[in-house]
Protein backbone atom coordinates (compact mmCIF):
# COMPACT_ATOMS: atom_id res chain seq x y z
CA UNK A 1 0.00 0.00 0.00
CA UNK A 2 1.12 3.17 -0.45
CA UNK A 3 0.76 7.20 0.78
CA UNK A 4 1.24 10.37 -1.04
CA UNK A 5 2.56 13.31 0.77
CA UNK A 6 -0.53 13.92 2.77
CA UNK A 7 -1.22 17.15 4.79
CA UNK A 8 -3.66 19.96 5.17
CA UNK A 9 -3.63 23.33 4.44
CA UNK A 10 -2.64 24.32 7.47
CA UNK A 11 0.98 22.21 7.89
CA UNK A 12 1.21 23.19 3.99
CA UNK A 13 1.35 26.83 5.40
CA UNK A 14 3.81 26.30 8.50
CA UNK A 15 6.50 24.68 6.74
CA UNK A 16 8.53 27.40 5.33
CA UNK A 17 12.13 25.30 3.97
CA UNK A 18 13.82 28.09 5.19
CA UNK A 19 16.72 26.92 7.63
CA UNK A 20 20.11 28.08 7.17
CA UNK A 21 22.43 25.28 6.04
CA UNK A 22 26.21 25.54 5.99
CA UNK A 23 26.14 26.39 1.62
CA UNK A 24 29.32 24.36 1.52
CA UNK A 25 27.86 20.97 2.74
CA UNK A 26 24.30 22.16 1.08
CA UNK A 27 26.01 22.38 -2.71
CA UNK A 28 27.84 18.57 -2.21
CA UNK A 29 24.28 17.40 -1.13
CA UNK A 30 23.00 18.63 -3.85
CA UNK A 31 25.55 17.53 -6.48
CA UNK A 32 25.11 13.85 -5.03
CA UNK A 33 21.60 13.39 -5.02
CA UNK A 34 21.43 14.93 -9.39
CA UNK A 35 24.28 12.65 -9.94
CA UNK A 36 21.72 9.93 -8.88
CA UNK A 37 23.99 9.09 -5.70
CA UNK A 38 21.84 7.25 -2.70
CA UNK A 39 22.45 9.07 0.51
CA UNK A 40 22.98 6.93 3.50
CA UNK A 41 22.13 7.27 6.75
CA UNK A 42 25.34 8.32 8.63
CA UNK A 43 25.66 11.07 5.46
CA UNK A 44 25.31 14.57 6.05
CA UNK A 45 21.84 15.99 4.62
CA UNK A 46 19.57 19.23 4.85
CA UNK A 47 17.06 19.39 7.84
CA UNK A 48 14.73 19.84 5.32
CA UNK A 49 15.56 16.79 3.47
CA UNK A 50 15.78 14.55 6.55
CA UNK A 51 11.99 16.49 7.86
CA UNK A 52 10.36 15.17 4.15
CA UNK A 53 11.55 11.60 4.48
CA UNK A 54 10.86 11.05 8.09
CA UNK A 55 7.30 13.34 7.17
CA UNK A 56 6.73 10.54 4.21
CA UNK A 57 8.22 7.29 5.21
CA UNK A 58 6.37 7.54 8.49
CA UNK A 59 3.41 8.24 6.79
CA UNK A 60 3.60 5.34 4.35
CA UNK A 61 4.36 2.95 7.51
CA UNK A 62 1.27 4.03 8.87
CA UNK A 63 -0.87 3.21 5.18
CA UNK A 64 0.75 -0.24 5.26
CA UNK A 65 -0.56 -0.62 8.91
CA UNK A 66 -3.70 0.85 9.20
CA UNK A 67 -4.12 -0.84 5.40
CA UNK A 68 -4.86 -4.28 7.15
CA UNK A 69 -7.83 -3.17 9.02
CA UNK A 70 -10.22 -2.47 5.96
CA UNK A 71 -9.06 -6.13 4.58
CA UNK A 72 -8.30 -7.95 7.99
CA UNK A 73 -12.24 -7.44 8.62
CA UNK A 74 -12.87 -9.47 5.58
CA UNK A 75 -10.42 -12.53 6.54
CA UNK A 76 -12.75 -14.78 8.25
CA UNK A 77 -15.48 -14.58 5.73
CA UNK A 78 -13.59 -15.08 2.53
CA UNK A 79 -15.52 -16.95 0.92
CA UNK A 80 -12.91 -20.17 0.65
CA UNK A 81 -10.34 -21.73 2.08
CA UNK A 82 -7.83 -20.70 -0.69
CA UNK A 83 -9.41 -17.18 -0.59
CA UNK A 84 -8.90 -17.39 3.20
CA UNK A 85 -5.06 -18.41 2.98
CA UNK A 86 -4.17 -15.74 0.28
CA UNK A 87 -5.85 -12.74 2.57
CA UNK A 88 -3.86 -13.18 5.70
CA UNK A 89 -0.73 -13.75 3.28
CA UNK A 90 -1.47 -10.54 2.03
CA UNK A 91 -2.38 -9.19 5.07
CA UNK A 92 0.82 -10.11 6.83
CA UNK A 93 2.86 -8.62 3.74
CA UNK A 94 1.10 -5.18 4.59
CA UNK A 95 2.27 -5.66 8.38
CA UNK A 96 5.46 -5.98 7.03
CA UNK A 97 5.58 -3.82 4.90
CA UNK A 98 4.72 -1.13 7.45
CA UNK A 99 7.31 -2.42 9.71
CA UNK A 100 10.40 -2.05 6.66
CA UNK A 101 9.16 1.32 6.09
CA UNK A 102 9.16 2.00 10.58
CA UNK A 103 12.37 0.74 10.44
CA UNK A 104 13.91 3.24 7.46
CA UNK A 105 12.62 5.70 8.91
CA UNK A 106 13.68 5.51 12.22
CA UNK A 107 17.15 5.25 10.52
CA UNK A 108 16.54 9.49 10.20
CA UNK A 109 16.38 9.56 14.04
CA UNK A 110 12.84 9.35 14.75
CA UNK A 111 12.02 6.71 16.98
CA UNK A 112 9.16 3.82 16.51
CA UNK A 113 7.48 5.26 19.69
CA UNK A 114 7.40 8.74 18.36
CA UNK A 115 5.89 7.67 15.14
CA UNK A 116 3.30 5.25 16.85
CA UNK A 117 2.26 7.84 19.33
CA UNK A 118 1.75 10.35 16.05
CA UNK A 119 -0.46 7.95 14.09
CA UNK A 120 -2.48 7.15 17.57
CA UNK A 121 -2.72 11.06 18.33
CA UNK A 122 -4.03 12.07 15.06
CA UNK A 123 -1.12 14.24 14.35
CA UNK A 124 0.08 11.66 11.80
CA UNK A 125 -1.47 11.35 8.40
CA UNK A 126 -2.06 7.81 6.43
CA UNK A 127 -3.39 7.25 2.85
CA UNK A 128 -6.82 8.91 2.59
CA UNK A 129 -7.75 5.37 0.99
CA UNK A 130 -8.27 3.30 4.14
CA UNK A 131 -11.38 5.73 5.60
CA UNK A 132 -13.19 4.22 3.00
CA UNK A 133 -15.49 1.51 4.54
CA UNK A 134 -14.87 -2.23 2.67
CA UNK A 135 -18.91 -3.40 2.87
CA UNK A 136 -18.71 -6.51 0.36
CA UNK A 137 -16.28 -9.06 -0.35
CA UNK A 138 -16.19 -7.57 -3.89
CA UNK A 139 -14.38 -4.48 -2.23
CA UNK A 140 -11.33 -6.93 -1.47
CA UNK A 141 -10.77 -7.61 -5.22
CA UNK A 142 -11.27 -3.93 -6.03
CA UNK A 143 -8.71 -2.82 -2.78
CA UNK A 144 -5.88 -5.77 -4.91
CA UNK A 145 -6.98 -4.60 -8.06
CA UNK A 146 -7.34 -0.85 -7.93
CA UNK A 147 -5.74 0.47 -4.48
CA UNK A 148 -2.55 -1.74 -4.55
CA UNK A 149 -2.31 -0.92 -8.17
CA UNK A 150 -2.22 2.58 -7.47
CA UNK A 151 0.19 1.50 -4.72
CA UNK A 152 2.97 -0.05 -7.04
CA UNK A 153 2.64 2.52 -9.54
CA UNK A 154 3.56 5.18 -6.99
CA UNK A 155 6.01 2.64 -5.24
CA UNK A 156 8.40 1.49 -8.34
CA UNK A 157 9.90 5.04 -8.73
CA UNK A 158 10.53 5.44 -5.07
CA UNK A 159 12.79 2.10 -5.50
CA UNK A 160 15.15 5.09 -6.65
CA UNK A 161 14.35 7.57 -4.42
CA UNK A 162 17.45 9.13 -3.20
CA UNK A 163 17.80 7.67 0.54
CA UNK A 164 19.02 4.55 0.39
CA UNK A 165 17.32 2.58 3.51
CA UNK A 166 13.59 3.78 1.80
CA UNK A 167 15.21 2.96 -1.52
CA UNK A 168 16.15 -0.62 -0.17
CA UNK A 169 12.33 -1.09 2.01
CA UNK A 170 10.73 -0.06 -1.72
CA UNK A 171 12.71 -3.10 -3.85
CA UNK A 172 11.04 -5.64 -0.87
CA UNK A 173 7.83 -3.77 -0.97
CA UNK A 174 7.66 -4.14 -5.13
CA UNK A 175 8.46 -7.71 -4.90
CA UNK A 176 6.14 -8.71 -2.62
CA UNK A 177 2.93 -6.80 -3.95
CA UNK A 178 2.42 -7.38 -7.59
CA UNK A 179 0.85 -10.95 -5.60
CA UNK A 180 -1.50 -8.50 -3.40
CA UNK A 181 -2.89 -6.48 -7.10
CA UNK A 182 -3.66 -10.22 -8.91
CA UNK A 183 -5.26 -11.83 -6.66
CA UNK A 184 -7.62 -8.41 -6.17
CA UNK A 185 -8.09 -8.89 -9.67
CA UNK A 186 -8.72 -12.77 -9.77
CA UNK A 187 -11.25 -11.87 -7.30
CA UNK A 188 -13.06 -9.69 -9.75
CA UNK A 189 -13.06 -11.45 -12.64
CA UNK A 190 -14.45 -14.28 -10.99
CA UNK A 191 -17.40 -12.07 -9.77
CA UNK A 192 -17.24 -10.36 -12.89
CA UNK A 193 -17.97 -13.82 -14.72
CA UNK A 194 -20.53 -15.14 -12.11
CA UNK A 195 -24.29 -14.67 -11.65
CA UNK A 196 -25.97 -11.33 -12.43
CA UNK A 197 -25.64 -10.74 -8.40
CA UNK A 198 -22.02 -11.20 -8.58
CA UNK A 199 -20.90 -8.91 -11.22
CA UNK A 200 -23.58 -6.46 -10.03
CA UNK A 201 -21.15 -6.64 -7.17
CA UNK A 202 -18.12 -6.09 -8.53
CA UNK A 203 -19.44 -3.08 -10.85
CA UNK A 204 -20.35 -1.75 -7.44
CA UNK A 205 -16.98 -2.11 -5.92
CA UNK A 206 -15.51 -0.62 -9.23
CA UNK A 207 -17.87 2.56 -8.70
CA UNK A 208 -17.14 2.91 -5.15
CA UNK A 209 -13.33 2.46 -5.15
CA UNK A 210 -12.59 3.97 -8.43
CA UNK A 211 -12.12 7.67 -7.50
CA UNK A 212 -10.51 7.11 -3.65
CA UNK A 213 -7.74 5.25 -5.87
CA UNK A 214 -7.51 8.21 -8.40
CA UNK A 215 -6.81 10.69 -5.16
CA UNK A 216 -4.32 8.46 -3.87
CA UNK A 217 -2.03 9.91 -5.76
CA UNK A 218 -2.37 12.88 -4.04
CA UNK A 219 -2.88 16.56 -5.06
CA UNK A 220 -2.57 17.69 -8.70
CA UNK A 221 0.67 18.82 -9.49
CA UNK A 222 -0.54 22.59 -9.20
CA UNK A 223 -1.58 22.16 -5.62
CA UNK A 224 1.18 19.90 -4.26
CA UNK A 225 4.39 23.03 -3.56
CA UNK A 226 6.71 20.82 -2.51
CA UNK A 227 6.66 18.69 -5.41
CA UNK A 228 9.31 20.23 -6.94
CA UNK A 229 11.65 20.01 -4.09
CA UNK A 230 10.84 16.83 -3.70
CA UNK A 231 12.08 16.03 -6.85
CA UNK A 232 14.65 17.63 -7.50
CA UNK A 233 16.43 15.96 -4.26
CA UNK A 234 15.06 12.98 -5.91
CA UNK A 235 13.01 12.02 -2.95
CA UNK A 236 9.86 12.05 -6.06
CA UNK A 237 10.91 10.62 -9.31
CA UNK A 238 7.50 11.45 -11.03
CA UNK A 239 4.87 13.60 -10.30
CA UNK A 240 1.48 12.97 -8.79
CA UNK A 241 -0.40 13.46 -12.48
CA UNK A 242 2.06 11.76 -14.65
CA UNK A 243 1.55 8.85 -12.10
CA UNK A 244 -1.85 8.90 -11.73
CA UNK A 245 -2.25 9.58 -15.68
CA UNK A 246 -0.30 6.36 -15.76
CA UNK A 247 -2.36 4.27 -13.16
CA UNK A 248 -5.36 5.37 -15.26
CA UNK A 249 -4.19 3.96 -18.59
CA UNK A 250 -3.08 0.60 -17.66
CA UNK A 251 -6.01 0.50 -15.37
CA UNK A 252 -8.68 0.73 -18.08
CA UNK A 253 -8.18 -1.72 -20.64
CA UNK A 254 -8.38 -3.92 -17.46
CA UNK A 255 -11.85 -3.25 -16.54
CA UNK A 256 -12.73 -3.71 -20.43
CA UNK A 257 -10.87 -6.81 -20.56
CA UNK A 258 -13.67 -8.48 -17.42
CA UNK A 259 -16.31 -6.50 -18.27
CA UNK A 260 -16.59 -3.75 -16.10
CA UNK A 261 -17.07 -0.03 -16.65
CA UNK A 262 -15.28 2.60 -15.38
CA UNK A 263 -17.45 5.19 -13.49
CA UNK A 264 -16.24 8.11 -15.37
CA UNK A 265 -18.79 9.25 -17.96
CA UNK A 266 -15.84 11.65 -19.52
CA UNK A 267 -13.64 9.50 -20.22
CA UNK A 268 -11.94 8.80 -23.12
CA UNK A 269 -9.09 7.79 -25.28
CA UNK A 270 -6.98 10.74 -27.17
CA UNK A 271 -5.12 9.65 -29.87
CA UNK A 272 -3.31 12.83 -30.09
CA UNK A 273 -1.85 12.22 -26.34
CA UNK A 274 -1.67 8.64 -25.99
CA UNK A 275 -3.23 8.68 -23.38
CA UNK A 276 -6.84 8.53 -21.52
CA UNK A 277 -8.87 12.37 -20.93
CA UNK A 278 -10.42 11.95 -17.91
CA UNK A 279 -13.36 13.62 -15.55
CA UNK A 280 -12.70 15.94 -12.99
CA UNK A 281 -11.69 14.54 -9.51
CA UNK A 282 -13.47 15.90 -6.33
CA UNK A 283 -10.76 17.39 -4.48
CA UNK A 284 -13.17 19.17 -1.68
CA UNK A 285 -13.59 15.01 -0.91
CA UNK A 286 -10.11 14.08 -1.34
CA UNK A 287 -8.97 16.92 1.28
CA UNK A 288 -11.98 16.81 3.76
CA UNK A 289 -10.80 12.73 4.30
CA UNK A 290 -7.61 14.20 4.62
CA UNK A 291 -9.01 15.94 7.46
CA UNK A 292 -10.23 13.16 9.30
CA UNK A 293 -13.66 13.55 7.76
CA UNK A 294 -13.80 10.08 6.01
CA UNK A 295 -16.13 7.68 6.19
CA UNK A 296 -14.53 5.23 8.86
CA UNK A 297 -11.40 7.36 10.32
CA UNK A 298 -12.65 7.18 13.75
CA UNK A 299 -12.93 3.67 13.37
CA UNK A 300 -9.55 3.07 12.02
CA UNK A 301 -7.98 4.74 14.44
CA UNK A 302 -10.01 3.02 17.44
CA UNK A 303 -8.89 0.26 15.91
CA UNK A 304 -5.44 0.53 15.99
CA UNK A 305 -5.42 2.38 19.58
CA UNK A 306 -7.31 -0.50 20.90
CA UNK A 307 -4.78 -2.98 19.63
CA UNK A 308 -2.09 -1.15 20.64
CA UNK A 309 -3.96 -1.01 23.91
CA UNK A 310 -4.54 -4.59 24.09
CA UNK A 311 -0.77 -5.33 23.22
CA UNK A 312 0.47 -3.35 26.44
CA UNK A 313 0.50 -6.56 28.55
CA UNK A 314 2.40 -8.38 26.51
CA UNK A 315 5.29 -5.79 25.77
CA UNK A 316 5.51 -5.06 29.13
CA UNK A 317 5.78 -9.14 29.88
CA UNK A 318 8.29 -9.56 26.90
CA UNK A 319 10.52 -6.47 28.42
CA UNK A 320 10.41 -8.41 32.42
CA UNK A 321 11.24 -11.62 30.63
CA UNK A 322 14.40 -10.00 28.92
CA UNK A 323 15.13 -8.58 31.80
CA UNK A 324 15.18 -11.83 34.38
CA UNK A 325 16.84 -13.73 31.78
CA UNK A 326 19.43 -11.17 32.00
CA UNK A 327 19.85 -10.95 35.80
CA UNK A 328 19.73 -14.86 35.81
CA UNK A 329 22.43 -14.85 33.16
CA UNK A 330 24.74 -12.42 34.97
CA UNK A 331 24.18 -14.78 37.88
CA UNK A 332 25.55 -17.63 36.62
CA UNK B 1 12.26 1.67 28.66
CA UNK B 2 10.64 0.32 29.47
CA UNK B 3 8.68 0.37 26.43
CA UNK B 4 11.51 0.89 24.01
CA UNK B 5 12.77 -2.46 23.02
CA UNK B 6 16.01 -2.66 21.62
CA UNK B 7 17.03 -2.20 18.33
CA UNK B 8 18.54 -5.54 16.37
CA UNK B 9 20.00 -5.62 12.85
CA UNK B 10 19.12 -8.64 10.76
CA UNK B 11 21.41 -10.45 8.04
CA UNK B 12 20.13 -13.80 6.10
CA UNK B 13 22.22 -16.36 4.56
CA UNK B 14 20.10 -16.60 1.58
CA UNK B 15 21.86 -20.16 0.27
CA UNK B 16 24.59 -21.96 1.97
CA UNK B 17 27.77 -20.86 0.14
CA UNK B 18 26.66 -17.08 0.11
CA UNK B 19 27.73 -15.07 3.24
CA UNK B 20 24.76 -13.67 5.39
CA UNK B 21 23.76 -10.22 4.07
CA UNK B 22 22.14 -7.65 5.61
CA UNK B 23 18.11 -7.50 5.42
CA UNK B 24 16.85 -5.08 7.57
CA UNK B 25 16.23 -4.35 11.30
CA UNK B 26 13.41 -5.15 13.88
CA UNK B 27 12.49 -4.43 17.57
CA UNK B 28 12.88 -7.22 19.75
CA UNK B 29 12.90 -7.71 23.98
CA UNK B 30 15.52 -10.16 23.62
CA UNK B 31 17.56 -12.50 21.37
CA UNK B 32 15.04 -15.27 20.92
CA UNK B 33 12.19 -12.79 20.37
CA UNK B 34 14.80 -11.20 17.28
CA UNK B 35 15.46 -13.86 16.06
CA UNK B 36 11.40 -14.95 15.60
CA UNK B 37 10.45 -11.26 14.55
CA UNK B 38 13.56 -11.25 11.82
CA UNK B 39 11.63 -14.77 10.46
CA UNK B 40 8.33 -13.29 10.21
CA UNK B 41 9.88 -9.82 8.87
CA UNK B 42 12.29 -10.61 6.48
CA UNK B 43 11.82 -14.69 5.33
CA UNK B 44 7.93 -15.06 4.14
CA UNK B 45 9.23 -15.81 0.84
CA UNK B 46 11.92 -18.39 1.25
CA UNK B 47 14.64 -15.70 1.40
CA UNK B 48 17.22 -17.27 3.62
CA UNK B 49 18.14 -20.63 5.10
CA UNK B 50 19.69 -19.11 7.99
CA UNK B 51 19.79 -15.92 10.27
CA UNK B 52 21.51 -13.50 12.29
CA UNK B 53 20.35 -11.08 14.51
CA UNK B 54 22.91 -8.52 16.18
CA UNK B 55 22.25 -5.80 18.42
CA UNK B 56 22.23 -2.57 16.45
CA UNK B 57 24.51 -1.12 19.71
CA UNK B 58 27.23 -3.47 19.10
CA UNK B 59 27.99 -1.91 15.44
CA UNK B 60 30.83 -0.02 14.90
CA UNK B 61 30.46 2.07 11.71
CA UNK B 62 32.96 4.21 10.09
CA UNK B 63 32.07 7.43 9.89
CA UNK B 64 31.28 8.87 6.38
CA UNK B 65 33.33 12.02 7.11
CA UNK B 66 36.50 9.92 7.38
CA UNK B 67 35.73 8.09 3.98
CA UNK B 68 38.70 9.91 2.40
CA UNK B 69 41.35 8.79 4.58
CA UNK B 70 39.71 5.73 4.95
CA UNK B 71 39.61 4.64 1.43
CA UNK B 72 40.38 7.18 -1.14
CA UNK B 73 44.24 6.13 -0.84
CA UNK B 74 43.51 2.97 -3.11
CA UNK B 75 42.79 5.14 -5.60
CA UNK B 76 46.43 6.29 -6.48
CA UNK B 77 47.54 3.00 -5.77
CA UNK B 78 46.21 1.37 -9.25
CA UNK B 79 49.36 -1.19 -9.87
CA UNK B 80 47.15 -3.65 -7.39
CA UNK B 81 45.27 -4.04 -10.40
CA UNK B 82 46.30 -6.10 -13.02
CA UNK B 83 45.18 -4.33 -15.91
CA UNK B 84 48.41 -1.95 -14.38
CA UNK B 85 50.71 -3.90 -16.26
CA UNK B 86 51.21 -4.50 -20.22
CA UNK B 87 51.81 -7.87 -21.41
CA UNK B 88 52.51 -8.54 -25.20
CA UNK B 89 49.43 -10.08 -26.72
CA UNK B 90 51.82 -13.03 -28.02
CA UNK B 91 51.73 -13.83 -24.13
CA UNK B 92 49.16 -16.25 -22.93
CA UNK B 93 47.53 -17.19 -19.65
CA UNK B 94 48.53 -14.16 -17.65
Request: aromatic share 10%.
Amino acid sequence: MYTTELRDKSQKQAAPITAPEDPARLAAFEARVAADDFIEPKDWMPAAYRKTLVRQISQHAHSEIVGMLPEGNWITRAPSLRRKAVLLAKVQDEGGHGLYLYAAAETLGTSREEMIEALHSGRAKYSTIFNYPTLTWADIGAIGWLVDGAAIMNQVPLQRTSYGPYARAMVRVCKEESFHQRQGYEIMMVLAAGTAPQKRMAQDALNRWWWPSIMMFGPPDENSPNTAQSIRWRIKRETNDELRQKFIDVTVPQAEAIGLAIPDPDLKWNEARDSYDYGAVDWEEFYAVVRGEGPVAKERMQARVKAWEDGAWVREAATAHAAKRETREAAE
Amino acid sequence: MSKNWPLWEVFIRAKNGLSHRHAGSVHAADPRMALEAARDTYTRRMEGVSLWVVPSASIVASDPGDSGELFEPAADKIYRHPTFYSIPENVKNI
